[in-house]
Structures are given as structure tokens and as C-alpha cells.
């Protein structure tokens, strides 16, 4: 007797149909609309309204500058985060697996236990309202690879440019309060979150990322469970209906759509807390040298940063007038205590008005006024200090494997004509 032949195609085949079509409904979903004929795309081609994406995130403004729509991520430009507390719609968006979708608030729990927890348990929203003292604090979040793109040997990973950052008002319960409600035990000393996104594979059973922070850092004042920003509901694609926010730590720390924190007796070595992700060499190296991963440590504390919001680079101005500039400073776990510019190229500085910090982890304003000695091409670099005496470096700091903690200061152009 003849076998049928089977008529189920190849494990190649069926693979790369599964992630086209993965893909095209990832695609979808952000221009809202079907892609007609969309399985006829040649290979390689992406379809036009990508150039426009940013059009079409949910609450977000269609200025920002988008990086990659699987997992969606945006920057915002530099002149474009110029309000002293970042609107929901320019917050940058960093995500590593999927969002969910059709959020169910009503229904939504948090859980806590873990190897170091005296007891689970089970908070529904609603519960963590009621049951806890609310606190709302300026934040600044920023992407431990912000900045990625200027490194050379290139790193691999999303090129961010300098707008993945932002410092927005967030509403929420100090996770500490939570956590001793919780109890925890003597050997606790790392907590690790887990959220209701979805990896990329869409397999139920992977984690799309999973990280943490050590039990110092959680049990701050300002670590918060959060699920407001700026009043208003937070973001679906910044992590509605709750998350976790951590100021002055990589914003990979600050877990979104927050469904699980575990407390562990030791560090939590969940999704992308391990290997080489968001960590740096533990002593310098040459750029493009390999580092193993025992030799990598995890990113705490970022550096001290500052941006120049106002005016665009580009701008023209006479002679005759003067230029106002100003923009934020932030310094991880610091204050920053002064912020300088230059228009020589860094041979010399003058200092900014600079106003102190609403709270641990805000970020700070500076402003100053220039006067240009003649017609010209400059440039403007913007430098600040920490309260540590840490200044930002002038080129890019060192080199390190995944492009992380680029903190060179930030420069625009500007020509002035008679």
C-alpha cells in the first residue's frame, strides 16, 4: 500500500511564514487597520506607513522617532522634552516582548512572595489603593543604552540617539510598604518583578524580560508601584495598568504592566538579568575587545547626564542677539551640583542657573544666556557635575560590549550671521 504523502510543509517554511505573518499582525495593530494583501509583500520590502509610525502609537505624539516596531520602541528628540515634567505622550517607549491588550483594571491582581517572603500574596488594584498610604513623586527614567549609537566600535542593540529619557510625575504606593505588609525574611536581598507582556515568540512559557533590584534600592522612599503619570492613567505602551518606577537606575529595572514581584534570598537572575544584559566590563577595556560575562557587572546608579532642550539644534541667530538655552540635568543616585557650557569646543565653561531637585531623583533645569563674539559656525556642549565632584566627559566615555551608559555631553549647532 502507497503512503499518502503529507502535505504539511517543511519546518522552514512553516517557520518563516509564522514570523512574516507575525510580524505583518505586530504592524497591524499599531496603524490600526488591516494590511490588505499584506502575505504579497515582497521579501525585504517594509510597507510605507512605517515612515510614519509614530503617527499611529497609542498616545503617543507622531514626533517621536521610532527605532523598531517589534518590540515597539521610540525615542523622543531632545527638543521635544523641554517641559520641565515629561507628558505621557513624549515619554520614551522601551519594551522587550509585547503589550497586552484589552487590560481588564477591574481585574487586575499583583502578587508577592518568593523564596524570601514570609507569605504570598494576592493584591487586586483596587486593594492597593485602599490599603496603602498614595505618594507621588518627579522621576527620571532613562534606557541604560541611551545614547547607544555614538559608540564606535558599534554595540549591538536599538540605536538610541539621546531621547530615551524623560521625567514624568508618578502616582502610586512606595513598594516598601507592600513588601513589609508582605514581611520579609531575614536573607532577603534582591526583589524581581514580573509582567503581563508577551514574548516576542508568543509562547506563554518565556518571559519577555525580568529583572530586578536589590532590597537597599526597593525599600527607598521613592521606588514606587505605580499607575498614574502626570495624573492621568499611565501610558498602555509605558506600562498601563501598574509598574514599577525606580529613579536614577536603568529604566529596564522599572518593570511594566507589573503582575509579579518576588523577593529573593538572592540576586534575581530572571530574563535578561544575566549574561551580558545591562551590564558593563568590571574594569575598562580596549573598544571591540570581548568580555566574558563573569567579568561583567550589573548597572546600578546611572552617570550624571544633561540635555540642552531649547533652542533645536540648527538654529541661526544675528550677532546682535543673545541665545537662551536651557535644558535638564539628572545624576542617578546623586544631585547634580552644577551645570556648565561651553562654545568653544570644551577650552572653556561658564556656568548655568541650575534649580535644585523637587525630590531625590527628579531631574534638574539649567538655563543661561549667550552672547557670540563674531560671525560664525558653534557649537553649544553643556556639561554637569555631580555632587561627587563626577563631571561628564567631553568625548564618549569608555567603550563597553552592549553600548551602555553613554553620558559624552550634549552639543547643538548654531550659526550666526550680521
Known amino acids: 500500500m502507497k503512503s499518502i504523502p503529507s502535505k504539511k510543509k517543511p519546518f522552514g517554511v512553516n517557520r518563516r511564514r509564522f514570523l512574516r505573518d507575525t510580524a505583518l499582525s505586530s504592524m497591524a495593530v499599531i496603524l490600526g487597520t488591516d494590511i490588505v494583501f499584506g502575505h504579497n509583500l515582497p521579501k525585504g520590502m517594509s510597507i510605507l506607513g512605517l515612515e510614519d509610525i509614530s503617527a499611529s502609537l497609542p498616545g503617543k505624539d507622531g514626533r517621536l522617532s521610532i527605532l523598531n516596531d517589534r518590540p515597539i520602541n521610540a525615542e523622543t528628540p531632545p527638543y521635544l522634552l523641554d517641559d520641565k515634567i515629561t507628558p505621557g505622550e513624549l515619554f520614551f517607549v522601551r519594551n522587550n516582548g509585547v503589550a497586552p491588550v484589552d487590560v481588564d483594571v477591574n481585574n487586575w491582581t499583583l502578587t508577592i512572595g518568593g523564596e524570601s517572603a514570609k507569605k504570598e500574596m494576592v493584591f487586586t488594584l483596587a486593594e492597593l489603593k485602599s490599603k496603602f498610604k498614595h505618594y507621588t513623586y518627579q522621576l527620571t527614567l532613562e534606557c541604560g543604552g541611551n545614547g547607544r549609537k555614538e559608540f564606535n566600535p558599534p554595540a549591538k542593540g536599538n540605536q538610541w540617539g539621546l531621547g530615551a529619557v524623560g521625567c514624568s510625575e508618578w502616582t502610586g504606593v512606595r513598594l516598601k510598604d507592600v513588601l513589609e505588609s508582605v514581611g520579609l525574611k531575614s536573607n532577603a536581598v534582591y526583589i524581581g518583578y514580573y509582567g503581563a507582556d508577551t514574548h516576542l515568540s508568543g509562547n506563554a512559557d518565556k518571559d519577555a524580560i525580568s529583572r530586578g533590584v536589590p532590597i537597599d534600592k526597593a525599600m527607598e522612599d521613592e521606588s514606587l508601584i505605580a499607575w498614574a503619570m502626570n495624573g492621568e492613567d499611565i501610558p498602555v505602551l509605558n506600562g498601563h495598568p501598574l509598574r514599577l518606577v525606580f529613579g536614577g537606575w536603568p529604566a529596564s529595572c522599572s518593570g511594566k504592566w507589573l503582575s509579579k514581584i518576588v523577593i529573593r534570598n538572592k540576586v534575581h537572575d530572571g530574563v535578561k538579568m544575566t549574561g ?142 550680521k
Open 276 to 417: 551580558q544584559a545591562y551590564r558593563i566590563p568590571c574594569d575598562t577595556v580596549g573598544p571591540g575587545e570581548k568580555v566574558a560575562d563573569e567579568d561583567m557587572c550589573i548597572i546600578e546608579s546611572m552617570p550624571v547626564k544633561s540635555l540642552i532642550t531649547f533652542p533645536k539644534t540648527g538654529g541661526v541667530i544675528s550677532l546682535k542677539d543673545q541665545l537662551p538655552i536651557r535644558g535638564h540635568a539628572w545624576a542617578g543616585d546623586q544631585i547634580v551640583s552644577k551645570v556648565e557650557y561651553s562654545i568653544d569646543f570644551g577650552a572653556t565653561w561658564k556656568s548655568c542657573e541650575m534649580s535644585k531637585p523637587v525630590n531625590r531623583h527628579a531631574w534638574q533645569h539649567f538655563n543661561a544666556t549667550i552672547s557670540f563674539p563674531k560671525v560664525g559656525y558653534y557649537e553649544v556642549w553643556a556639561k554637569a557635575t555631580d555632587d561627587q565632584e563626577v563631571s561628564q566627559p567631553m568625548i564618549l566615555p569608555g567603550w563597553n560590549p552592549k553600548g551602555y551608559l553613554n553620558n559624552a555631553c550634549h552639543r547643538i549647532a548654531i550659526k550666526v550671521n
